[in-house]
Nanobody, 123 residues
């Protein structure tokens, strides 16, 4: 069993930055891919970014390319999502998930999920 906890969400003005962190307990986290997704009330969960188990292959949604960066920190057993150039369209609850070894965009490929962290971008 892997437990994931997201942190770093909050309120930020448009154009600002936030750094989300996904921390895991459980051995399998270091050998699996990790993805970040986001979801607004009443909407489908949307892929944001993912990284493979080695931290070498990254995958980003077109909407965040060039603004968001995903990275692994083996020492902390965490995966961070650095978000810059935020706009109100980025307002969502952000979830991290882990499973498999490939940075899939499909949420069905991920077995374990965190509870989410709220990001609000004001104008």
């Amino acid at each position: 069993q892997v437990q994931l906890v997201e942190s770093g969400g909050g309120l930020v003005q448009a154009g600002g930055s936030l750094r989300l962190s996904c921390t895991a307990s459980g051995r399998t986290f270091v050998t699996t891919a990790v993805g970040w997704f986001r979801q607004a009330p009443g909407k489908e969960r949307e892929f944001v970014a993912a990284v493979d188990w080695r931290g070498r292959l990254e995958n980003y949604a077109d909407s965040v390319k060039g603004r968001f960066t995903i990275s692994r920190d083996g020492a902390k057993n965490s995966v961070d999502l650095q978000m810059t150039g935020l706009n109100p369209g980025d307002t969502d609850v952000y979830y991290c998930a882990t499973g498999g070894t490939v940075p899939y965009e499909d949420s069905q490929q991920y077995r374990y999920w965190g509870q989410g962290t709220q990001v609000i971008v004001s104008t």
